[in-house]
Protein backbone atom coordinates (compact mmCIF):
# COMPACT_ATOMS: atom_id res chain seq x y z
CA UNK A 1 0.00 0.00 0.00
CA UNK A 2 1.13 3.44 -0.92
CA UNK A 3 2.93 5.27 1.92
CA UNK A 4 -0.12 8.39 3.28
CA UNK A 5 0.50 12.01 2.23
CA UNK A 6 1.07 14.23 5.29
CA UNK A 7 -2.13 15.93 4.74
CA UNK A 8 -4.49 12.61 4.81
CA UNK A 9 -1.85 11.41 7.70
CA UNK A 10 -2.99 13.91 9.52
CA UNK A 11 -6.73 13.06 8.78
CA UNK A 12 -6.39 9.48 9.63
CA UNK A 13 -4.60 10.88 13.41
CA UNK A 14 -7.41 13.29 13.94
CA UNK A 15 -10.28 10.39 13.41
CA UNK A 16 -8.41 8.09 15.66
CA UNK A 17 -7.91 10.17 18.21
CA UNK A 18 -11.44 11.50 18.03
CA UNK A 19 -12.81 7.25 18.02
CA UNK A 20 -10.57 6.93 21.23
CA UNK A 21 -10.99 8.07 25.04
CA UNK A 22 -8.49 10.91 25.91
CA UNK A 23 -5.85 10.72 26.90
CA UNK A 24 -4.47 6.96 26.51
CA UNK A 25 -1.37 7.68 27.36
CA UNK A 26 1.24 10.83 29.42
CA UNK A 27 0.62 14.24 27.41
CA UNK A 28 4.00 15.78 26.26
CA UNK A 29 4.35 19.75 26.96
CA UNK A 30 6.79 21.23 24.97
CA UNK A 31 8.32 24.27 26.55
CA UNK A 32 10.65 26.54 24.28
CA UNK A 33 13.62 27.19 26.61
CA UNK A 34 15.54 25.59 28.66
CA UNK A 35 15.03 24.64 32.83
CA UNK A 36 14.39 26.81 35.14
CA UNK A 37 13.52 30.18 33.27
CA UNK A 38 10.21 31.50 33.26
CA UNK A 39 7.90 29.72 30.63
CA UNK A 40 9.76 26.52 32.15
CA UNK A 41 8.45 27.67 35.74
CA UNK A 42 4.84 28.48 34.49
CA UNK A 43 4.56 25.13 32.50
CA UNK A 44 5.86 23.13 35.48
CA UNK A 45 2.93 24.74 37.82
CA UNK A 46 0.56 23.91 35.06
CA UNK A 47 1.50 20.67 33.85
CA UNK A 48 1.64 18.60 37.30
CA UNK A 49 -1.91 19.56 38.52
CA UNK A 50 -3.22 19.09 34.80
CA UNK A 51 -1.54 15.89 34.43
CA UNK A 52 -3.79 14.99 37.73
CA UNK A 53 -6.87 16.20 35.72
CA UNK A 54 -6.39 14.27 32.96
CA UNK A 55 -5.87 11.12 34.82
CA UNK A 56 -2.22 10.81 32.92
CA UNK A 57 0.87 12.56 33.65
CA UNK A 58 1.97 15.88 31.87
CA UNK A 59 5.87 15.51 30.89
CA UNK A 60 8.05 18.46 30.15
CA UNK A 61 10.12 18.26 27.06
CA UNK A 62 12.39 21.42 27.18
CA UNK A 63 13.27 22.54 23.43
CA UNK A 64 15.14 25.77 23.66
CA UNK A 65 16.65 27.58 20.67
CA UNK A 66 15.94 29.38 17.78
CA UNK A 67 14.21 32.26 19.45
CA UNK A 68 11.55 29.52 20.42
CA UNK A 69 10.81 28.54 16.71
CA UNK A 70 12.38 24.91 17.16
CA UNK A 71 9.37 24.08 19.74
CA UNK A 72 6.75 26.10 17.83
CA UNK A 73 8.02 23.91 14.26
CA UNK A 74 8.16 20.34 16.65
CA UNK A 75 4.56 21.14 18.21
CA UNK A 76 3.06 22.32 14.57
CA UNK A 77 4.75 18.72 13.09
CA UNK A 78 2.95 16.60 15.92
CA UNK A 79 -0.14 14.30 16.10
CA UNK A 80 -2.95 16.34 16.51
CA UNK A 81 -4.48 14.14 19.32
CA UNK A 82 -3.55 16.08 22.86
CA UNK A 83 -0.81 14.52 23.54
CA UNK A 84 1.61 17.18 22.30
CA UNK A 85 1.28 20.86 23.92
CA UNK A 86 3.30 24.07 23.59
CA UNK A 87 3.63 26.46 26.27
CA UNK A 88 4.01 29.32 24.06
CA UNK A 89 5.15 32.85 24.75
CA UNK A 90 4.82 36.09 23.00
CA UNK A 91 7.90 35.15 20.92
CA UNK A 92 5.57 33.02 19.20
CA UNK A 93 3.93 36.23 17.74
CA UNK A 94 7.27 37.94 17.56
CA UNK A 95 8.73 35.72 15.19
CA UNK A 96 6.87 36.65 12.44
CA UNK A 97 8.22 39.67 12.25
CA UNK A 98 11.51 38.72 12.42
CA UNK A 99 11.64 36.23 10.16
CA UNK A 100 10.57 36.52 6.32
CA UNK A 101 10.24 32.60 5.93
CA UNK A 102 9.01 30.89 8.94
CA UNK A 103 8.66 26.99 8.43
CA UNK A 104 5.15 27.14 9.91
CA UNK A 105 2.02 28.82 10.31
CA UNK A 106 2.14 31.01 13.35
CA UNK A 107 -1.87 30.84 13.90
CA UNK A 108 -3.03 28.40 11.32
CA UNK A 109 -0.56 25.25 12.57
CA UNK A 110 -2.00 25.33 15.79
CA UNK A 111 -5.28 24.96 18.28
CA UNK A 112 -5.27 27.90 20.58
CA UNK A 113 -6.07 26.15 24.21
CA UNK A 114 -5.96 29.11 26.73
CA UNK A 115 -4.09 31.67 27.83
CA UNK A 116 -2.41 31.00 31.22
CA UNK A 117 -0.70 34.20 32.40
CA UNK A 118 1.28 37.25 32.09
CA UNK A 119 4.72 38.62 33.36
CA UNK A 120 6.21 41.62 33.31
CA UNK A 121 9.79 42.52 32.58
CA UNK A 122 12.68 43.78 35.35
CA UNK A 123 15.32 46.06 33.71
CA UNK A 124 18.11 44.29 36.54
CA UNK A 125 21.84 45.45 36.05
CA UNK A 126 24.88 43.77 37.41
CA UNK A 127 25.39 45.31 41.38
CA UNK A 128 29.21 46.25 39.73
CA UNK A 129 27.62 49.25 37.73
CA UNK A 130 27.31 52.47 39.59
CA UNK A 131 23.49 53.21 38.45
CA UNK A 132 20.51 53.07 40.89
CA UNK A 133 18.07 53.98 38.47
CA UNK A 134 16.89 53.36 34.60
CA UNK A 135 18.12 57.40 34.12
CA UNK A 136 21.60 56.95 35.40
CA UNK A 137 21.36 53.97 33.21
CA UNK A 138 20.63 55.85 30.58
CA UNK A 139 22.98 58.42 31.68
CA UNK A 140 25.53 56.04 31.95
CA UNK A 141 25.26 54.63 28.67
CA UNK A 142 24.90 57.77 26.44
CA UNK A 143 28.24 58.50 28.19
CA UNK A 144 30.04 55.46 26.74
CA UNK A 145 28.24 54.37 23.76
CA UNK A 146 28.45 51.17 22.57
CA UNK A 147 30.66 50.19 25.89
CA UNK A 148 27.06 47.98 27.81
CA UNK A 149 26.29 44.64 27.44
CA UNK A 150 22.81 43.83 27.80
CA UNK A 151 21.73 39.81 27.49
CA UNK A 152 18.23 38.44 25.92
CA UNK A 153 17.37 34.96 25.60
CA UNK A 154 17.75 34.66 22.23
CA UNK A 155 17.37 36.63 18.93
CA UNK A 156 13.59 37.07 18.76
CA UNK A 157 12.68 36.60 21.99
CA UNK A 158 10.61 38.29 24.13
CA UNK A 159 13.61 39.86 26.13
CA UNK A 160 14.80 40.79 23.00
CA UNK A 161 12.28 42.91 21.29
CA UNK A 162 11.60 43.85 25.12
CA UNK A 163 15.28 45.62 25.03
CA UNK A 164 15.20 47.27 21.28
CA UNK A 165 12.15 49.31 22.19
CA UNK A 166 13.62 50.20 24.99
CA UNK A 167 17.05 50.87 22.96
CA UNK A 168 14.92 52.84 20.55
CA UNK A 169 13.00 55.07 23.08
CA UNK A 170 16.01 55.65 25.66
CA UNK A 171 17.94 56.69 22.50
CA UNK A 172 20.84 54.61 23.69
CA UNK A 173 23.35 52.68 22.16
CA UNK A 174 23.64 49.29 24.47
CA UNK A 175 25.26 46.13 22.58
CA UNK A 176 22.70 43.06 22.45
CA UNK A 177 24.16 39.92 23.43
CA UNK A 178 21.63 36.86 22.60
CA UNK A 179 21.39 33.90 24.57
CA UNK A 180 19.94 30.56 23.69
CA UNK A 181 17.50 30.74 26.92
CA UNK A 182 16.78 33.23 29.82
CA UNK A 183 18.72 30.62 31.91
CA UNK A 184 22.20 31.53 30.46
CA UNK A 185 21.19 34.77 30.10
CA UNK A 186 20.64 35.46 33.74
CA UNK A 187 24.04 32.97 35.11
CA UNK A 188 25.88 35.52 32.62
CA UNK A 189 24.55 38.70 34.00
CA UNK A 190 25.18 37.57 37.56
CA UNK A 191 28.52 36.64 36.87
CA UNK A 192 29.40 39.98 35.43
CA UNK A 193 29.87 39.27 31.69
CA UNK A 194 27.24 41.35 30.56
CA UNK A 195 25.87 44.61 32.16
CA UNK A 196 22.11 44.58 32.29
CA UNK A 197 19.03 42.74 31.00
CA UNK A 198 15.35 43.55 30.78
CA UNK A 199 14.30 40.15 32.18
CA UNK A 200 10.96 38.69 32.70
CA UNK A 201 10.47 38.55 36.42
CA UNK A 202 10.56 34.98 37.27
CA UNK A 203 14.17 34.73 36.12
CA UNK A 204 15.11 37.82 37.65
CA UNK A 205 13.13 38.00 40.81
CA UNK A 206 15.22 35.30 42.99
CA UNK A 207 18.47 36.94 42.01
CA UNK A 208 16.78 40.35 43.08
CA UNK A 209 15.88 39.05 46.36
CA UNK A 210 19.45 37.56 47.09
CA UNK A 211 21.09 41.20 46.23
CA UNK A 212 23.01 39.41 43.09
CA UNK A 213 21.19 41.88 40.70
CA UNK A 214 19.93 45.53 41.51
CA UNK A 215 16.52 46.19 39.79
CA UNK A 216 15.87 49.44 38.34
CA UNK A 217 12.30 49.15 37.17
CA UNK A 218 9.41 47.35 35.81
CA UNK A 219 8.09 46.92 32.70
CA UNK A 220 4.60 47.39 33.04
CA UNK A 221 2.27 50.13 32.44
CA UNK A 222 1.74 50.37 36.73
CA UNK A 223 3.67 49.50 39.01
CA UNK A 224 3.26 45.43 40.58
CA UNK A 225 2.63 44.27 43.62
CA UNK A 226 5.27 42.07 43.82
CA UNK A 227 7.93 45.11 43.62
CA UNK A 228 5.77 48.44 44.90
CA UNK A 229 8.80 50.35 45.38
CA UNK A 230 9.86 49.90 41.86
CA UNK A 231 8.82 52.37 39.42
CA UNK A 232 8.04 51.78 35.81
CA UNK A 233 9.98 52.52 32.98
CA UNK A 234 8.00 54.89 31.62
CA UNK A 235 7.97 57.05 35.19
CA UNK A 236 11.76 56.41 35.20
CA UNK A 237 12.47 58.31 31.78
CA UNK A 238 11.46 57.12 29.22
CA UNK A 239 7.29 57.67 28.91
CA UNK A 240 5.58 55.54 27.03
CA UNK A 241 7.33 52.30 27.69
CA UNK A 242 5.81 49.24 28.52
CA UNK A 243 5.97 45.55 27.90
CA UNK A 244 5.34 42.30 29.20
CA UNK A 245 5.53 38.39 28.14
CA UNK A 246 2.17 35.72 28.09
CA UNK A 247 1.95 32.33 28.68
CA UNK A 248 -0.85 30.25 26.67
CA UNK A 249 -0.67 26.29 25.80
CA UNK A 250 -1.34 25.57 22.34
CA UNK A 251 -2.05 22.09 20.36
CA UNK A 252 -0.94 21.37 16.76
CA UNK A 253 -3.41 22.34 14.14
CA UNK A 254 -6.51 20.12 13.48
CA UNK A 255 -7.32 18.83 17.48
CA UNK A 256 -10.48 17.51 18.08
CA UNK A 257 -13.22 19.40 19.64
CA UNK A 258 -14.03 17.82 22.31
CA UNK A 259 -10.07 16.99 23.60
CA UNK A 260 -9.69 20.94 22.90
CA UNK A 261 -12.91 21.69 24.61
CA UNK A 262 -11.24 19.87 27.60
CA UNK A 263 -7.86 21.13 27.80
CA UNK A 264 -9.14 24.75 27.76
CA UNK A 265 -11.84 23.24 30.53
CA UNK A 266 -9.58 21.49 32.85
CA UNK A 267 -6.76 24.41 32.90
CA UNK A 268 -8.61 27.24 33.22
CA UNK A 269 -10.43 25.35 36.21
CA UNK A 270 -6.84 24.69 37.58
CA UNK A 271 -5.82 28.54 37.26
CA UNK A 272 -8.71 28.95 39.37
CA UNK A 273 -7.22 26.81 42.06
CA UNK A 274 -5.76 28.17 45.04
CA UNK A 275 -2.16 26.86 45.34
CA UNK A 276 -1.94 26.99 41.20
CA UNK A 277 -3.03 30.35 41.82
CA UNK A 278 -1.04 31.45 44.56
CA UNK A 279 2.07 30.09 42.85
CA UNK A 280 1.69 32.08 39.93
CA UNK A 281 1.31 35.21 42.00
CA UNK A 282 4.24 34.86 43.96
CA UNK A 283 6.64 34.92 41.01
CA UNK A 284 5.03 37.83 39.64
CA UNK A 285 2.46 37.13 37.00
CA UNK A 286 -1.22 37.62 36.60
CA UNK A 287 -3.37 35.00 36.08
CA UNK A 288 -5.43 34.95 32.80
CA UNK A 289 -7.13 31.81 31.59
CA UNK A 290 -10.06 32.70 29.09
CA UNK A 291 -11.32 30.86 26.09
CA UNK A 292 -10.14 29.72 22.47
CA UNK A 293 -11.11 32.53 20.87
CA UNK A 294 -9.98 34.91 23.15
CA UNK A 295 -6.08 33.19 22.63
CA UNK A 296 -6.67 33.25 18.89
CA UNK A 297 -7.42 37.45 18.77
CA UNK A 298 -4.71 38.22 21.36
CA UNK A 299 -2.03 36.11 19.15
CA UNK A 300 -3.25 37.47 15.76
CA UNK A 301 -3.15 41.38 17.25
CA UNK A 302 0.29 40.19 18.93
CA UNK A 303 1.54 39.29 15.51
CA UNK A 304 0.66 42.71 14.35
CA UNK A 305 1.59 44.90 16.86
CA UNK A 306 5.36 43.19 17.42
CA UNK A 307 5.58 43.28 13.51
CA UNK A 308 4.94 46.67 13.67
CA UNK A 309 7.68 47.43 15.78
CA UNK A 310 10.31 45.58 14.17
CA UNK A 311 9.65 47.21 11.19
CA UNK A 312 9.86 50.13 12.24
CA UNK A 313 13.19 49.23 14.36
CA UNK A 314 14.37 47.43 10.99
CA UNK A 315 14.81 44.39 12.95
CA UNK A 316 15.39 41.22 11.30
CA UNK A 317 16.81 37.90 12.78
CA UNK A 318 20.19 37.24 12.02
Do not use: W
Given at each position: ????????????????????????????????????????????????????????????????????????????????????????????????????????????????????????????????????SVKDLVTLARRHPGKLHAASAG?????????????????VDIVHVPYKSGTPAIVDLVGGHVQMMISNIINSSPHVRAKRLNALAISAAKRSATYPELPTVAESGVPGYQADVWYGVMAPARLPGEIAARLNREIVALLQTQPVRERLLTQGAEVLGGTPEEFAVLLRNDIRKWAKVTAALDLRAE
Open positions: MAALGPALSCIVATVAAAAQPYPVKPVRMIIPAGPGGGVDTVARVVGQPLGVALGQPVIMDNRPGAGTMLASELTAKSPPDGHTLLMATNSHAINVGLHKNLRYDPVGDFTQITLVASVPYLVVVHPSLPVRAGSGTHLAFELFRSMAA
